[in-house]
């Protein structure tokens, strides 16, 4: 019989999650009440809500603190509607844009067009980034969740020189998270090559020592709340000594130079010999590494037709939670590293209220089962264009996602529109 309509004001959550959540280091039977959007009760046989079976093993959702998805200025590429749904297909909730934009994010106006332009298309919820030039603190916009310094040149980048200590005091006062790419501009002029055509070469072009010379120059700024972007070889993580905060990507942890990905795996800091690689690897497994991002760079067939002027590049925020779950199913990871690196660290350091199965936390969940590794097939990936380097590798996708207590993803189908939110407008 169904419940009367003078019933419904006892009903004490919005709806009842229930399955085997990973709590406090343990994967364990719950129930987790929701209401707007937020955890409110944890624990067994709670009454007066929709209840919902999640089956397998359930993680707060993920949150990834460096991607590029284009938007505005290069739509071709990705847009916020395309890299958001492939977000949420790989189990991340909370994305932190990029301000390497066509036009880059570099002040308020810049920021504002760049808000008003992605905020209604976004199928997760996001924050955006601008960039420090060396002399913009003043007018960097506040609503910024983050900055990014490029020591080196990439895409659509200003590299930063010599900082005066009134900008560096400026920084500071922003009092916003710091992110550096970490490639010294010099070394880099040192070692550029006219024709690079090979992953091998483009590796030579972006040697190991213009990493480490950078780790020293970010050591340097004692910026404080600052992290060390997509790091390729374990000497960063020596010379940073814990002091700045390390990040590393899927693709140096699981790629080499011997990849047969061509084009598609052309990327700044390159990928390095197997050698680099196996330590990367073996660090991660051990701790070592603080945050787990995804880099998710696209671009499209016609840009990495040709090796020599392919931008560099990857996408991978919809794969970065599936291979890293797959090592785990494999018991080559543990949960607890996976969980802290992609999941738990990335939200604290943007000090958002996910990542956590906590009474105040948001509801953001996936669910999986470790039996359905797969083999990736790209062709069902989500980007505008889906050339994955890490095609064929092994993978275990979500199959059901919430946002905020709300079912994103259910049965791997979409089954929501644009839920997202701009962190700002959830404070």
């Known amino acids: 019989m169904g419940r009367s309509p003078g019933s419904l ?62 938007d505005p200025g290069e739509t071709q590429k990705e847009d916020f509607k395309s890299g958001s749904i492939s977000a949420a297909f790989g189990g991340t909730t909370t994305v932190f844009d990029m301000p390497n934009n066509k036009v880059p994010i570099l002040d308020y106006a810049a920021f504002d067009d760049k808000l008003h332009s992605v905020q209604n298309r976004a199928y997760v919820d996001f924050g955006l980034y601008s960039m420090f030039t060396g002399n913009n603190s ?47 501009a010099d070394c880099l002029a040192a070692h550029k090559r006219d024709d690079v055509r090979t992953l091998g070469e483009h590796e030579l072009s972006r040697p190991e020592l213009c990493e480490t010379e950078s780790a020293k120059t970010i050591l340097g700024l004692e910026i404080g709340h600052s ?58 497994l051990d701790g070592k590494f603080d945050l787990l991002s995804s880099d998710h760079a696209p671009h499209t067939e016609h840009d990495k037709e040709e090796f020599s002027h392919a931008p560099s590049g990857i996408i991978g925020v919809e ?24 999941i738990r660290n990335p939200a604290g350091f943007m000090g958002i209220k996910k990542g956590l199965v906590e009474v105040g936390y948001y509801a953001d969940f996936f669910n999986f089962r470790f039996s359905d590794i797969k083999k990736l097939n790209q062709e069902r990936l989500h980007s505008k264009t889906p050339v994955s380097p890490f095609n064929e590798l092994p993978v275990i996708f979500p199959e059901n996602v919430t946002l905020r207590g709300e079912f994103l993803i259910e049965g791997m189908e979409l089954v929501e529109d644009r839920m997202g939110k701009h962190l700002i407008d959830l404070k």
């Open 138 to 184: 003043q007018i960097i916009d506040q609503r910024s969740s983050s900055i990014k310094i490029y020591l080196g040149g990439s895409t659509n980048t200003l590299p930063v020189g010599d900082i005066p200590e009134k900008e560096l005091n400026g920084l500071r006062e922003l009092k916003k998270p710091v992110v550096f790419h970490g490639e010294d």
């Open 9 to 70: 004001k006892y009903m004490a959550f919005d709806i009842i999650l229930s399955g085997k959540f990973y709590f406090r280091g343990d994967f364990r039977q719950l129930e987790i009440g929701v209401n707007n959007g937020k955890i409110a009760k944890i624990g067994k046989n709670l009454k007066g809500g929709i209840r919902k079976e999640l089956e397998g093993a359930i993680l707060p959702a993920g949150t990834d603190t460096h991607v590029h998805f284009r």
């Open 319 to 342: 794969t970065r939670i599936p291979l890293l779950l797959a090592l785990v199913q494999k018991k080559v990871l543990s949960m607890e590293v996976f969980y802290n690196t992609a």
């Open 227 to 284: 992290l060390m972007g997509h790091i390729s070889t374990p000497e960063s993580l020596d010379i940073l000594q814990g002091k700045v905060l390390g990040e590393v990507t899927p693709h140096h942890l699981l790629l080499n130079t011997n990849s047969e990905s061509g084009s598609w795996g052309k990327v700044n800091p390159p990928l390095r010999g197997r050698n680099t690689q196996e330590k990367i690897l073996q660090a991660y």
